[in-house]
């Protein structure tokens, strides 16, 4: 840890914290594939959100810019030739729970895109944000969420910087609070309990996002860097082998997507992908252990989903214009 941990001058937003410089451990040998290998990695501090956006603070963005998510947008036909015209309509993904055993191996079983989907009707068509103003903002794309971060005088954090603040200074620990799922035999985070996708036991109190600040905060005092909704990042997917991070010590250029960016299962779909982090309430141990600081998943950057949101930063330098 440098010396440079003091904050620099007073929170630029409100509900902002200072993290630090610092060297951590990134990712993680004991679990998924795509987390390894471990590896050092130096990070200047910045000020970074002490919880999602929430609906009620995109909303005022919405009304301030006009902006239309890609979820409420007709998608263009000559990005996808030869889909469905009627795929192309305003759509997001909503998660469906199963009336029983599924196959594990195909996420269509309960993964489906709804027509009229989107932030405003999180849950599906049908669906209203009434009651749910200070839950987490979801079906936005990345798109969606660099701009909101332009208005609000704000950044999307790397991977590096994500992943440091989340594990809130507990080098190595299983989780952001430590290395018990549960402490004393509380839920430390909103995620699916039960055999998913079909059973969830509600132990946590939420079947769908909670509101932010629900749960304990981490060392730093981030709350909901676990579970709730995944997180978008600005890193293109890409093997954490042959990552070097432009947040840190190492820098490399992000002018595009890199190889490996895009799903080695659909080559013939070039569509990039980012790095979201944290996993969400959808996250389960028989399915998906990904409520923790080193998991991550790739993201197409034209997809939102029920369950992907995000968080903003500003970086020291950037606090000071």
Known sequence: MSDSTAAPQTAPHPAMVWIPDGNFLMGSDRHYPEEAPAHKVAVKGFWIDTHTVTNAEFKRFVDATGHVTLAERPARAEDYPGADPELLAPSSVVFRKTAGPVDMGNPHNWWTYQR???WRHPRGPSSSLQGLWKHPVVHVAFEDAEA????????????????????GGLEGAE????????????SMANTWQGQFPRQNLLEDGYEWTAPVGSFAPNGYGLYDM???????????????????????TLDNPRGGPVDGSYDPRTPEVR??????????????????????????????????????????IVRAGQAQS
Not at 148 to 167: I, M, V
Not at 281 to 310: E, I, K
């Open 116 to 118: 009229g989907a989107d």
């Open 226 to 248: 676990a579970g709730n909704v995944w997180e978008w990042t600005t890193d293109w997917y890409q093997e954490h082998g042959r990552i070097t991070h432009a947040c840190c």
């Open 175 to 186: 989780y952001c609070w430590g290395d018990e799922f549960k402490v004393r035999g509380r």
């Open 148 to 167: 909101y971060a332009a208005w609000a005088g704000k950044s999307l954090p790397t991977e590096a910087e994500w992943e440091f603040a989340a594990r």
């Open 271 to 312: 569509i990039p992908r980012r790095v979201m982090k944290g996993g969400s309430h959808l996250c389960a141990p028989n399915y998906c252990h990904r409520y923790r600081p080193a998991a991550r998943m790739a993201q197409p950057v034209d997809t939102s989903t029920c369950h992907l949101g995000f968080r903003c």
